[in-house]
Every structure is written in structure tokens, then in C-alpha cells.
T-cell receptor, first 115, second 114 residues
Framework: AQKVTQAQTEISVVEKEDVTLDCVYE???????LFWYKQPPSGELVFLIR??????QNEISGRYSWNFQKSTSSFNFTITASQVVDSAVYFC????????????FGTGTRLTVIP | GAGVSQTPSNKVTEKGKYVELRCDPI?????LYWYRQSLGQGPEFLIY????????DSGLPNDRFFAVRPEGSVSTLKIQRTERGDSAVYLC????????????FGNGTRLTVT
């Protein structure tokens, strides 16, 4: 069975602070894919990043960075110098190579950036 | 537009009524998913289509829920004898290959059963 845990329900930061959103996953598959999605108030889920289980390189995209650590089954997401537009609910998700071809989501972390 | 389109954006219905929710995926995407999102929760899988056929309907909560995709493009999620517990946002997503690639989501249909 697959499971994604996002222990932080809500986080508030002041603009320009850095913030890290935690994600811990569980799967018995050796080949799997991890995702982060952003859900702004408009409601549409926006894809941010995909990582496969064989690629543990950290990734940086502008103010966003991701830290994938198989040893701790974690795929954390850091926003540097947060902005008000970053306010949204962020979801971590998992899919596996064998079996069910669908995406398992965590419960999300609501980030509020205070100006 | 080029994105996933869902109609209606909002639907209010009375308990016991029948509703249909429509999803128009990105052109050429063979994989189509329905998810349900309750307040404060992550999306929960309902059903997955590959082409015209339902490849996995294990997430449908009971036999009041049914979905079709007769021509491999537009899909309709049908809910019979609606209950108040069915109130949620119903999300549709599509992809060219399935959930191992990024899914493209629509804005969802907010269903309220009174």
C-alpha cells in the first residue's frame, strides 16, 4: 500500500522568510515517482515537480528547491524568500511503477505568507 | 483553452437527486482520472480511464457512482440518489501516459447536496 504523510497542516511565515514543507512517503515498490502540486485559492492543482526513485539529486528551480532522501523516505520542499503569491495549499503525491496507475496524495500543507 | 475543462463549476442539488459532472481533457490525452476532494483533505482517487475503458474503478465509493468515457475524450461522472456526504469538489485530470507522468487538473466541480 502507498501512503503520503504531510505532518504540517498549516504554516504561516512572514514575507521573505524561507519555509520548508515536509513530506514522508511509504511504498514497497522499488520504482516510484514523487510529485509536488500547488493548489492556489482558485482551486486548480498546478504541477511543480516530479522525481523518480532512482534520482536522488536535489533540484532547484528559482526560489524552489527539493530535497529527496530515500534513507528517510522524505521529499521535502523549500521555498526561499517567500512571497505572498506563494500562499496556497501544497500537496505531496506518490505513484508507483507496478500496480495501480494513480496518484496518492497527502493531506496537504496550507502555507500563508504574511506581507 | 488548452487545459482540462470541467462543467459545471458549481452544482447544488437536493438529497436524492441525480447529477452529472463533465470533464473535457486535454486533446490527445488518453489517460483520464476523477478525484474527489473534501474540505481540508487531499484528493482521493475515484476512477481511471485509459481510452474508452475504465482501467481502475476501485476508488468509487459505492454503486451510486458511475463514470463513462464513450469516445475516449469527454468523460461524465454520474452520481445517483445523492447524499449529503457526497458534497465535495470533484476533480478531473488527464495525462498522455498515466500517473507516472504529471497529471493536468481542471478547476473542479464543487458539488453541494442539501
Amino acid at each position: 500500500a502507498q501512503k503520503v504523510t504531510q505532518a504540517q497542516t498549516e504554516i504561516s511565515v512572514v514575507e521573505k522568510e524561507d519555509v520548508t514543507l515536509d513530506c514522508v512517503y511509504e511504498t514497497r515498490d522499488t520504482t516510484y515517482y514523487l510529485f509536488w502540486y500547488k493548489q492556489p485559492p482558485s482551486g486548480e492543482l498546478v504541477f511543480l515537480i516530479r522525481r523518480n526513485s532512482f534520482d536522488e539529486q536535489n533540484e532547484i528551480s528559482g526560489r524552489y528547491s527539493w530535497n529527496f532522501q530515500k534513507s528517510t523516505s522524505s521529499f521535502n520542499f523549500t521555498i526561499t524568500a517567500s512571497q505572498v503569491v506563494d500562499s496556497a495549499v501544497y500537496f505531496c503525491a506518490l505513484s508507483v511503477q507496478t500496480g495501480a496507475n494513480n496518484l496518492f496524495f497527502g493531506t496537504g500543507t496550507r502555507l500563508t505568507v504574511i506581507p | 483553452g488548452a487545459g482540462v475543462s470541467q462543467t459545471p463549476s458549481n452544482k447544488v442539488t437536493e438529497k436524492g437527486k441525480y447529477v452529472e459532472l463533465r470533464c473535457d481533457p486535454i486533446s490527445g490525452h488518453t489517460a483520464l482520472y476523477w478525484y474527489r476532494q473534501s474540505l481540508g483533505q487531499g484528493p482521493e482517487f475515484l476512477i481511471y480511464f485509459q481510452g474508452t475503458g475504465a482501467a481502475d474503478d476501485s476508488g468509487l465509493p459505492n454503486d451510486r457512482f458511475f463514470a463513462v468515457r464513450p469516445e475516449g475524450s469527454v468523460s461524465t461522472l454520474k452520481i445517483q440518489r445523492t447524499e449529503r456526504g457526497d458534497s465535495a469538489v470533484y476533480l478531473c485530470a488527464s495525462s498522455s501516459t498515466g500517473a507516472r507522468s504529471p497529471l493536468h487538473f481542471g478547476n473542479g466541480t464543487r458539488l453541494t447536496v442539501t
